[in-house]
């Protein structure tokens, strides 16, 4: 039955709590819910193909864009600041996702929980232009969370990096471990 009352919030909240309940129960182990976001085209077609792959490792993995009830700002006012999210990854590929970022990175309910991953060349340790405004502010976020990674670039000559996807299921894992030993 369809709560006519039901705000956007609470439609997903309801979605992220049901997909960590059903995945608790399948799995019978710590449960890590990941959410994966960066840009649309080419981009949110490997963040589906990234979340298929962490669920097959046995995480509840997901792209907002999943949820049939999504819109946009309902999910990041509301969403990412729920004690169900374990980890939000984001992929800064575009505009939209570098405000994503910088908006995430300075909200103390979300950046805990924020895995950034990022082009080796704009990482701020490892790439060759660290004084760009946005490398600074991966400095910074680095500097108070330790969550920024580079990832391989086109080029393997710029850099001696695992791939981003890679980099995206060591993190789950070594977490789901973190969090299931007190």
């Known amino acids: 039955m369809v709560d006519l009352d039901a705000t956007p919030d609470d439609e997903a909240r309801q979605f992220l709590r049901a997909k960590r309940e059903s995945f608790e129960r399948s799995l019978k182990q710590t449960a890590v819910t990941v959410c994966i976001m960066g840009g649309a085209g080419a981009n949110l077609r490997r963040r589906k193909a990234l979340a298929q792959v962490l669920s097959n490792d046995g995480f509840e993995a997901f792209v907002p864009e999943d949820d049939p009830t999504y819109q946009q700002a309902a999910f990041e006012r509301f969403m990412l600041r729920e004690p169900d999210l374990d980890l939000l990854v984001l992929f800064p590929e ?26 080796a060349k704009y990482h701020p340790i490892y790439g060759k232009d660290p004084g760009s405004y946005l490398s600074s502010d991966y400095m910074t976020f680095i500097g108070r969370y330790g969550h920024c990674y580079p990832s391989t670039p086109e080029d393997p000559a710029e850099c001696e990096w695992s791939d981003g996807d890679s980099i995206v299921r060591k993190i789950t894992q070594w977490y789901r471990t973190a969090k299931a030993t007190p």
């Open 94 to 119: 575009s505009p939209g996702s570098y405000d994503e970022y910088g908006t995430f990175a300075h909200d103390p309910e979300i950046s805990s929980k924020l895995r950034v991953v990022v082009p």
